[in-house]
């Protein structure tokens, strides 16, 4: 599945930092933390701590009751708890790809008209620096 229709979002840390605090006041900020996550999973080079970070991820954000639970398809949690038992690198991959789906048509644009943002932008602005996003 590719998200189309959602041209490419440019955020820096700061702008990071801005949306993160902005899905915190929306209670939805599993869903950055699991992406960001994810990102971190694939770069891990060492087998034993593959299998434990995808424990972490799985108990973190995929099982059904866990703490902080995303919002993704009964298959889609079905197919990574099997995978499971012998992590790789893209077993997160669909799940990763719905979240980021879900936040860009969904979170994102709230994101963009809300204060966060305005703060964001006018702190840019007064460093000189352009737009943090780009369409």
């Not at 108990?59 to 708890?81: A, H």
């Not at 719905?98 to 007064?126: G, T, W």
């Amino acid at each position: 599945m590719v998200c189309d229709k959602v041209g490419p979002v440019i955020l820096f840390w700061d702008g990071l930092s801005a949306f993160r605090d902005f899905l915190k006041s929306e209670f939805s900020d599993e869903n950055i933390e699991f992406w960001l996550a994810c990102e971190d999973f694939k770069k891990t080079k060492i087998p034993s701590q593959l299998a434990d970070k995808a424990n972490k991820i799985y108990c973190d954000f995929i099982k059904t009751e866990s703490p902080r639970e995303v919002n993704i398809d009964y298959k889609t949690r079905e197919v990574i708890s099997q995978k499971m038992s012998q992590p790789t690198v893209n077993c997160f991959d669909d799940a990763q790809e719905l979240i980021l789906c879900l936040m860009a048509k969904d979170s994102f644009p709230r994101f963009v008209r809300s204060e966060h943002y305005k703060e964001l932008v006018k702190k840019q602005e007064n460093n000189g620096q352009k737009r943090l996003l780009s369409f």
